[in-house]
């Protein structure tokens, strides 16, 4: 019978519908477009202060507000999305009428990341395109203003944008993910988006304190660098901007090794966080 | 007779945040539902009815004993696929609509989504929420909301049934009408467990109850049975003053006299009887 | 053990697995983005903790947040504010240490502007207090090389940077045998400008060692393009000329 087979079979079926109604909830949340629309205004922001632009080229000084929306809002939106999809769920007991059916804890949380990184793609790939086209739109102009410069064509690689844009997803999504095993942990919710903010933080500097680890004559502060630098994943890897905004591209290799990295520590935090949900009392 | 609902010795704590105290909230609770009987479990606020049921549904973990479905240990999944479970609260997702979000639970209990919507209309008609299925959760009432927790509770057609205070702020009429359709459900032959703190709402559907305080188990078994009748009393028709009269003098040899009463609506049946004859 | 405390371990236990397990790994994937320069950052360093948390946190808005305070610092340049420029100054640099802008104008503030702001508020004459201004160019010397220093490491062999190192010791220190060799340390950069070489030679007149002037000019002369008016491959030539020209001066001079 189907139910039995259902039943007897991780379904994906039961994630997929927890990962669509979360994400449902999360583009008819009103955070959502609010940081959508202040990316946004920022990107045009950069059309209006183009005479701020100490000493870096225009074009560089648009995608540095594209890739602040998506870093900077981008951030936020993960944190909060993926602690109230999961814990918000618990805090306001809207779980019970779910958990009651037949489902595996499993399938909630894979649900649940489901539906947080559908957001986080919806909000970059909005901000991507927007990027691209006033990239697209800056560039012919200036291409008509010094076409010396652009003899050989255009300076930027669009795909490269895009696969920036994906990039950031894939990081945003590593965030998201870790903020649902503190989440599975939590007995709030500001506790989970707080350590998710330092977690974030860490995780950027991870870089720093894997060369500084050894260095210093305490032990105790080297101890602390040795966990920060092995412990938390490398996002400062994903911030290859600046790279993009001189024309350069990165390889399919270093694309393909990115998104493994990052669906290697999916993984990781997604199972610790069934091990701690399992067991959890509602 | 088979048994739907089985909860034995149960004990549940719970560790409270500050003190390092223990809190029993369940404390050695047996019972048996029946197959196809509805079940009442009573008692005051803070008696430990929510937690056994979630007990039931496998959403804490016992500290001992344990609850059976069907047969089938709460710890594992296959024991809630054929359970319908009203949440105390009521607390569904605000951000879907009313049709939407009984659709979804059909589907999490298997149906298609084809047979989950159709399905979920029916149920809206016959929960009374037929004209807010396309509107907003966050804009439901605690009446609406309390109707359409049943109607995603019966999406899966489920055998079992636990309502955890289904009538909690409903007003009367709607009272009258969850409790029918609750009559209605027995008499298609489901099993229903059913908690609440509103002792006559219940007393009408129930065939057995369970009645807690702080946690321990202070009176169970048939409802006839448990309502013993105080004080005898007898009744004088309606006869002639001089009757009356002769039937006092007799008393008062005695030395008793006649005790005089006038019945009294409740105030309950007379809103019912008001709002009725309204529509 | 709670099973919570136990999924707290385990959660421990795997995250600093993998971590070691990638940690090979995450430098391969940074080091074919980057190269080595980023990669192997040098020491813990302040500077390279704050310039990392202004992107952990403002990601590409850090240099949005830069240009906001070097506008802010045009304020307290104007008041000549010494204290408030430098912290300016440092707070943009740390923040988008990507833009030389920042590096390359501070540097010159430091340098030139704020030894001009207090000879002129104290009334100071450098006919008459030499020392004095001597000093204070010194001083402000030393802060400005400290930012090169900082600015070079965010860009490795940025010859702009470097030149104005090279003035610095030059002009405000007066030290020329270290601005001799800074220039050197250009020129022997490959696609070097090529004045680099030629102010070395000037330099080592300067400080009169007219035969290794000589003897680098002809040692370069021979690599300078002919068809490259920066090279001024003639005006060498001619220098080279007048440089054999003075030194058998000194000869005659040297044999009575
Ligand atoms: N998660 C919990 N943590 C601590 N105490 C709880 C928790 N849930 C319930 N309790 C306590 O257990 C007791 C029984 O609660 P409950 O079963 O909800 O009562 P009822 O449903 O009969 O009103 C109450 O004193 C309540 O405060
Ligand atoms: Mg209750």
Redesign the pocket.
């Known amino acids: 019978m189907n139910e039995k087979l259902n039943l007897s079979f991780w379904n994906m079926r039961h994630a997929w519908l927890i990962g669509k109604t979360s994400y449902l909830e999360t583009v008819r949340m009103k955070l959502f477009y609010a940081l959508l629309a202040l990316s946004l205004f920022s990107l045009g922001c950069s059309f209006l202060l183009q005479e701020f632009n100490f000493g870096s080229d225009e074009l560089k000084f648009i995608m540095d507000f594209g890739f602040g929306g998506m870093t900077f809002f981008g951030s936020i939106l993960a944190i909060v999305t993926a602690s109230q999809l999961f814990y918000g769920e618990i805090e306001d007991r809207t779980v019970f009428t779910i958990l009651a059916k037949p489902i595996r804890r499993s399938e909630f949380v894979v649900g649940k990341f489901i539906g947080a990184w559908f957001c986080i793609v919806s909000f970059v790939l909005c901000l991507t395109l927007c990027l691209m086209l006033s990239l697209f739109v800056r560039e012919s102009i200036l291409m008509s203003q010094y076409p010396e410069v652009f003899s050989e064509g255009r300076l930027l690689n669009y795909l490269d944008v895009l696969g920036f844009g994906f990039m950031q997803c894939v990081r945003l999504g590593m965030l998201g993910s870790i903020v649902i095993l503190f989440s599975s942990y939590a007995t709030s919710s500001l506790f989970s988006i707080i350590i998710g903010v330092v977690t974030w933080i860490l995780g950027q500097l991870q870089h720093l304190a894997v060369n500084a680890w050894g260095q210093y004559d305490s032990l105790f502060l080297n101890t602390i660098l040795f966990i920060v630098s092995i412990a938390l994943p490398n996002f400062h890897l994903y911030d290859f901007g600046d790279k993009i905004a001189l024309g350069e591209s990165a390889s399919i290799s270093v694309y393909l090794q990115l998104v493994g990295y990052g669906a290697l520590y999916c993984a990781l935090y997604l199972s610790l966080a069934v091990l701690s949900f399992r067991e959890r009392?509602l | 007779m088979d048994i739907a609902i089985e909860v034995k010795n149960l004990r549940k704590d719970?560790?409270?945040a500050r003190q390092s105290q223990r809190?029993r909230?369940?404390d050695d609770l047996s019972f048996q539902v029946n197959t196809g009987s509805v079940f009442g479990l009573l008692?005051?606020?803070?008696?430990?009815?929510?937690?056994?049921i979630?007990a039931i549904l496998g959403m804490l973990n016992p500290d001992k004993g344990e609850c059976l479905i069907e047969g089938i240990s709460s710890k594992k999944r296959e024991s809630r696929a054929r359970i319908g479970y009203l949440p105390?609260g009521p607390y569904y997702y605000k951000f879907m609509e009313g049709l939407e979000f009984v659709s979804l639970v059909g589907q999490l209990g298997g149906l298609t989504k084809l047979e989950s919507v159709s399905r979920g209309e029916e149920l809206m008609d016959l929960v009374g929420l037929q004209d807010a299925c396309d509107r907003r959760i966050s804009g439901y009432s605690k009446g609406m909301l309390q109707r359409l927790g049943l109607a995603q509770a019966l999406v899966n057609d489920p055998s079992i049934l636990i309502l955890?205070?289904p009538t909690a702020g409903v007003d009367p009429v709607g009272a009258v009408d969850i409790a029918n359709i609750i009559g209605g459900l027995k008499n298609r032959g489901k099993t229903i467990l059913l908690?609440s703190?509103l002792l006559s709402q219940v007393e009408t559907v129930c065939d057995e109850v369970a009645v807690?305080n702080k946690?321990n188990l202070v009176a169970s078994g048939k409802i006839d049975e448990l309502l013993v009748a105080g004080n005898e009393y007898m009744e004088i028709p309606e006869c002639s003053l001089e009757a009356t009269q002769r039937i006092e003098a007799i008393l008062s040899e005695e030395g008793q006299s006649l005790v005089k009463r006038r019945d009294r609506k409740s105030l309950e049946q007379l809103f019912i009887e008001l709002t009725q004859e309204e529509e | 053990m709670s099973y919570r405390k136990w999924t707290i371990v385990v959660s421990l236990v795997g995250a600093l697995s993998i971590g070691a397990l990638t940690s090979g790994w995450q430098r391969l994937i940074f080091r074919s983005l980057h190269g080595d320069s980023l990669g192997t950052n040098s020491l813990p360093k302040s500077e390279s903790l704050g310039q990392g948390l202004s992107l952990a946190i403002l990601g590409g808005y850090r240099s949005i947040a830069a240009n906001l305070i070097w506008l802010d610092m045009n304020g307290s340049w104007e008041k000549q504010n010494i204290n408030e420029t430098l912290a300016k100054i440092e707070l943009a640099t740390a923040t988008d240490p990507r833009a030389l802008f920042f590096w390359l104008n501070g540097a010159r503030v430091v340098a030139n502007d704020m030894p001009a702001w207090v000879i002129a508020n104290q009334g100071l004459d450098q006919e008459k207090h030499p020392n004095t201004v001597k000093a204070l160019n010194l001083k402000f010397s030393e802060k400005a090389l400290e930012l090169i220093e900082n600015g070079l490491v965010a860009h490795p062999g940025n010859f702009e940077l470097m030149v104005d190192r090279a003035v610095i010791h030059w002009k405000k220190r007066e030290d020329l045998e270290e601005a001799a060799k800074s220039f050197l340390e250009i020129a022997t950069m490959p696609n070097s400008p090529y004045f680099a070489g030629r102010l070395y030679a000037e330099l080592l007149v300067e400080l009169g060692r007219t035969d290794d002037a000589l003897s680098y000019l002809k040692s370069i002369y021979s690599s300078l393009p002919d068809d490259d008016i920066q090279a001024m491959k003639p005006f060498v030539a001619e220098r080279i000329r007048q440089l054999e020209i003075k030194l058998e001066e000194q000869k005659v001079l040297v044999i009575p």
């Open positions: 009392e | 719970f560790v409270l809190l909230a369940v008692g005051p606020n803070g008696s430990g009815k929510s937690t056994t979630k105390e955890d205070e908690c703190h807690l946690g």
